[in-house]
T-cell receptor, first 117, second 115 residues
């Protein structure tokens, strides 16, 4: 079955420290991967995507993500966390069928990032 | 939130009542989506529409209905058949729905609760 796993419900990090939010996926073929962020009582905002090319993808607000095909992972990273980064982060993968990529996104359950001052 | 307006922000439903959530976009996007968000479950797709007058069921369509009479509007009706409607509902759109690297643009959501 196609799926996305975010193994941590919450990640705590001190401001100024590096952060990592983990994501692993399971789809057939080449994956199309996304990260979204959700602030309280708001919709999701796109952060970055991996389609093909360099395994390190840079996105909005200083975030980046590393695609690792052998480990089927797409971890979100930032070198120096800010208190304002505190939010709910969702990893997503585009579902595939026999015809290739579909227009359906499969979302993980989300990871709450808490950055302490 | 990227030109997508959801209303109302909060909605309460009585037993046996149908309620309709509004979603309007001014992005000229062809594709629109409805997701349901429950704590600890991520987002689940209810319905999506790739073009006017056409829509498809998602993973959890039972108890819901939609229409797509205009490009900019994709209302969701939560019917009395939906026995557990309390959730945060998110509407989204994308330019065409066909390209693999398209990102979604989300509205601010509607919190639906049962009285």
């Amino acid at each position: 079955a196609q799926s996305v796993a975010q193994p941590e419900d919450q990640v705590n990090v001190a401001e100024g420290n590096p952060l990592t939010v983990k994501c692993t996926y399971s789809v057939s073929g080449n994956p199309y991967l996304f990260w979204y962020v959700q602030y309280p009582n708001r919709g999701l905002q796109f952060l970055l995507k991996y389609i093909t090319g360099d395994n390190l993808v840079k996105g909005s607000y200083g975030f980046e993500a590393e695609f690792n095909k052998s480990q089927t992972s797409f971890h979100l990273k930032k070198p120096s966390a800010l208190v304002s980064d505190s939010a709910l982060y969702f990893c997503a993968v585009r579902a595939m069928n026999y015809g290739g990529a579909t227009n359906k996104l499969i979302f993980g359950t989300g990871t709450l990032l808490a950055v302490q001052p | 939130d990227g030109g997508i307006t959801q209303s109302p922000k909060y909605l309460f439903r009585k037993e046996g009542q149908n309620v309709t959530l509004s979603c309007e976009q001014n992005l000229n996007h062809d594709a629109m989506y409805w997701y349901r968000q429950d704590p600890g479950q991520g987002l689940r797709l209810i319905y999506y529409s790739q073009i006017v007058n056409d829509f498809q069921k998602g993973d959890i369509a039972e108890g819901y209905s939609v229409s797509r009479e205009k490009k900019e509007s994709f209302p969701l009706t939560v019917t009395s058949a939906q026995k557990n409607p309390t959730a945060f509902y998110l509407c989204a759109s994308s330019p065409g729905g066909w390209t693999r690297d398209e990102k979604l643009f989300f509205g601010s959501g509607t919190q639906l609760s049962v009285l």
